[in-house]
C-alpha cells in the first residue's frame, strides 16, 4: 500500500493541524520508499521497537508518541506518529467539553471504580483526600494530564483519572483522583491505530512494557 495514502486515514481522523505547536506529530522519518506491505503500531518508539521492526519485516513503524531526536540508525525505515492531534481528536470524538479531556457521568461508588481501573493498571493509585464515597462525573486524560485538572473542576468533575500526578498535586487535591500512569493510561491508544489501518494492510503490535515495575 502507499504510505501516504495509509497516512492519510490516520490524518483523517486525527488531522494534523489539532497537535499543539510544540508537538512533532507526522512524519519522523520518511525513506524514498512509497510502498508498505506490513507496519507495526507502537506508543514509543525506542531500540527495542526498532529492533522487533527489522526482525518483524515491518516497512513502517506507526507510534503515538513523538519522536524529537532521530537515532541515525532509525532512518532506514518509515516512522510516523500521531501524538496530540490524536489524543484531541480522541476526546472530541468522546466529549465536547475539552480537546484532551473525555468527561463521563456516571453513578459509581469510588470502591467500584478502583477495581475497574486496576483491572487497566496494576500499579493504579488513589488519591481520595476528602474520603468521598462515591461520583458521578469523571474526567479521563491519557499521559501526563494535570495541566487539566482545573479544566476539570470548572466542569464539575468530582473524579479525574490521568497519568503522572506529582506528590504535592495530590495534596491539594480537592476532588478524588487515580494515577493510572503514563504507559497504562495510553497504550490503549494502539488498539485506535489498529482499528484505522487493520483492513488495509498487515499490522503487526509492537512488545511495550512499563520501564516502571512493581516491586
Known amino acids: 500500500m502507499n504510505k501516504y495514502d ?5 490524518e483523517n481522523f486525527a488531522p494534523l493541524e489539532l497537535q499543539e505547536k510544540w508537538d512533532c506529530s507526522g ?26 521492526a527489522l526482525n518483524k519485516n515491518c516497512d513502517m513503524i506507526i507510534s503515538h508518541h513523538p519522536m524529537f531526536s532521530v537515532p541515525l540508525a532509525f532512518r532506514g525505515i518509515d516512522i510516523y506518529c500521531a501524538h496530540t492531534n490524536m489524543d484531541k481528536a480522541l476526546g472530541l470524538h468522546g466529549s465536547p467539553e475539552g480537546e484532551f479531556l ?7 461508588s469510588v470502591k467500584e471504580l478502583a477495581q475497574k481501573i486496576k483491572k487497566v493498571s496494576s500499579n493504579a493509585r488513589l488519591i481520595n483526600n476528602n474520603s468521598v464515597q462515591n461520583v458521578s462525573k469523571i474526567a479521563f486524560c491519557a499521559g501526563s494530564g494535570m ?4 479544566e476539570a473542576i470548572e466542569n464539575d468533575c468530582d473524579c479525574f483519572v490521568t497519568g503522572d500526578i506529582k506528590y504535592h498535586s495530590a495534596i491539594d487535591a480537592q476532588i478524588v483522583m487515580f494515577d493510572v500512569g503514563h504507559f497504562e493510561s495510553e497504550i490503549l491508544i494502539k488498539k485506535v ?8 494492510i498487515e499490522v503487526v503490535i509492537a512488545d511495550e512494557n512499563s520501564p516502571f515495575k512493581t516491586i
Open 102 to 108: 473525555r468527561i463521563v457521568e456516571k453513578n459509581i
Open 193 to 200: 491505530f489498529y482499528g484505522l489501518i487493520k483492513d488495509k
Open 27 to 52: 512524519w519522523v522519518v520518511a525513506t524514498s520508499q512509497t510502498d508498505v506491505k506490513r507496519v507495526m503500531i507502537a506508543l514509543t518508539v525506542d531500540e527495542k521497537v526498532f529492533k522487533q
Open 147 to 150: 495541566d487539566l485538572y482545573n
Open 6 to 10: 495509509l497516512v492519510k486515514i490516520i
